[in-house]
């Protein structure tokens, strides 16, 4: 069965002399665990991440650039760090045929650069979409200046990973402070990236754009659990907003989900269900998640063996023409 894994992060040495990742504790304790060094493994795009690969029989790795990415930058500098990790990523792309893709890293500050460094990954990379690290420095994405990303997205027919970062500093302070432990991949990333979302899905985003198309990594940042709530709560506000749609439909014709980091069968269940097994695709979030447990996790799942090639590979290779 041929494995594509959608959510498997990268550094370059560009990005680590920036100071954006760091060997921090937190890194530490979980590479001991795992068996690896994660701040390493992030940095290599060759004979090591292949090893690890074929290990544990993944074929292709789908590659962004490791959060925050090139978003804590402005003006040129944003442009200099996203061409520097997209070039780096398409080299490894024809260093091992077949076996990597990419998402682009866009310098999001710069909405109009940005809409340009997509078109070039797409079309003279060969790259797959685009992963965007969460609030663009505390602005979120449903801003109009951030839609003609939205707009190139929808023209290419690229889809747009809205990848977790740390929460919004005001949400940081409310619900974080003294629970700093909370913040990230334990709770903050989820509430982070799923208010973000319902931020982009109410601005009427998908009204503008009908055939945009998002993925959301960790089963859905917790939306296949709330969405018929949330649906019967906001039907109403939705339609004196202007907005065309309601929660529940916006879900089913924009929205997909990876399975990345979240090894949780009732949770899988439940994202099953509500969002149906052709909008689930395989990811690991490598390194900081070990190859070896998203497989026995694809692997041990109680589907049919037909589901389980559409989440391996069959959905990927539709929604990002592989
Ligand atoms: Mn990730």
Same mark, same amino acid.
């Not at 937190?26 to 001991?32: C, I, P, T």
């Not at 990790?85 to 398409?90: L, W």
């Not at 982009?200 to 009204?207: K, L, Q, R």
């Not at 990876?258 to 269940?269: D, H, I, R």
């Given at each position: 069965m041929r494995i594509i894994a959608?959510?498997?992060?990268?550094? &370059?040495?560009?990005y680590i002399a920036e100071g954006m990742i760091k060997p921090v504790p937190?890194?530490?304790? +979980?590479?001991?665990r795992f068996g690896y060094q994660i701040f390493d493994e992030l940095a290599d795009i060759g004979p090591s991440r292949i090893?690890? !690969?074929?290990?544990?029989?993944?074929?292709?790795?789908?590659?962004?650039? =490791?959060q925050p990415g090139s978003q804590n930058f402005d003006g040129a500098k944003a442009l200099a760090i996203s061409q520097d990790?997209?070039? &780096? !990523?398409?080299e490894a792309c024809r260093k091992y045929p077949g076996r990597f893709a990419g998402f682009a890293t866009l310098p999001v500050s710069?909405?109009? =650069?940005?809409?340009?460094?997509?078109?070039?990954?797409?079309n003279e990379l060969g790259f797959k979409g685009a992963l965007i690290n969460g609030h663009q420095q505390g602005e979120f994405l449903d801003a109009k200046k951030f839609w003609p990303i939205f707009e190139a997205a929808e023209a290419l027919d690229v889809p747009i990973y809205l990848h977790p970062t740390a929460p919004h500093p005001d949400a940081y302070k409310a619900y974080f402070?003294?629970?700093?432990?909370?913040? +990230?991949?334990?709770?903050?990333f989820m509430i982070d990236t799923s208010c973000h979302f319902l931020r982009? !899905? *109410?601005?009427?985003? *998908?009204?503008a754009y009908p055939k945009l198309k998002f993925i959301l990594g960790h089963l859905g940042e917790g939306l296949p659990f709330a969405m018929h709530r949330l649906d019967d709560h906001t039907r109403n506000a939705a339609k004196r907003k202007g907005l065309k749609k309601t929660a529940l439909e916006y879900m089913r014709d924009n929205?997909? =989900? &990876? &399975?990345?980091?979240?090894?949780?069968?009732?949770? *899988? =269940?439940c994202t099953m269900m509500a969002m149906g097994v052709d909008k689930i695709l395989f990811a690991i979030d490598w390194p900081y998640e070990p190859n070896t447990a998203g497989m026995a996790f694809l692997n041990k799942l109680s589907i049919s063996d037909g589901d389980r090639e559409k989440i391996a590979h069959l959905n990927a290779e539709k929604l990002l023409k592989m």
């Open positions: 959608l959510e498997e992060h990268c550094s &370059t040495p560009a937190s890194l530490a304790e +979980r590479s001991k090893k690890y !690969m074929d290990a544990s029989g993944i074929d292709v790795q789908v590659l962004s650039l =490791v990790a997209n070039d &780096t !990523m398409a710069e909405p109009e =650069v940005a809409v340009k460094e997509l078109e070039r990954c797409v402070d003294g629970y700093e432990e909370l913040h +990230r991949a334990g709770w903050g982009i !899905m *109410f601005s009427g985003a *998908f009204d929205v997909w =989900v &990876t &399975t990345s980091g979240n090894w949780y069968e009732p949770a *899988f =269940v």
